[in-house]
């Protein structure tokens, strides 16, 4: 009898433990989703400048400008990738988007695709400040 309960007691703490294992996340992961959320922000701040410059378009050339930017940040959104295991945090205001899984990838995989991720919505928010000052 006593062998049962130890066997059992020892399956529970083996069953605790692993789950326990299976909520840390790797300092990579963190770094990941630091960077996902960071770019998510910066997605919805260039959402909004856009239709602000869009409103105030002098002519057909600068709305054309416009609108490619403007795709461009539609085809980054298609592309951004969820960082797993971190609780969905952004809300839905700045319209209607897909939350795509991460395809199966290391950590360190996952924070290099989050850093490029940033980078290229980094790269689009410089277009828009230039397109901006050239307004002026």
Not at 13 to 33: F, G, Y
Not at 87 to 97: E, Q
Request: charged share 30%.
């Amino acid at each position: 009898m006593n062998l049962i309960r130890l066997i059992s007691l020892l399956a529970i703490c083996l069953t605790i433990a692993s789950c326990a294992r299976q909520d840390e996340k790797s300092p990579q992961l963190v770094e990941a989703n630091r960077l996902h959320l960071e770019a998510i922000e910066i997605s919805k701040e260039l959402e909004v400048r856009l239709e602000n410059l869009s409103s105030q378009a002098k002519d057909d050339v600068e709305n054309s400008q416009i609108d490619s930017l403007k795709n461009l940040i539609e085809v980054w959104e298609k592309n951004v990738v969820e960082v797993p295991g971190f609780a969905h945090a952004h809300d839905h205001a700045h319209g209607a988007h897909e939350h795509n899984s991460a395809p199966p990838m290391t950590d360190e995989s996952m924070l290099d695709y989050q850093q490029q991720s940033r980078e290229a919505i980094v790269e689009l928010k410089e277009a828009i400040a230039k397109l901006d000052s050239l307004r002026k």
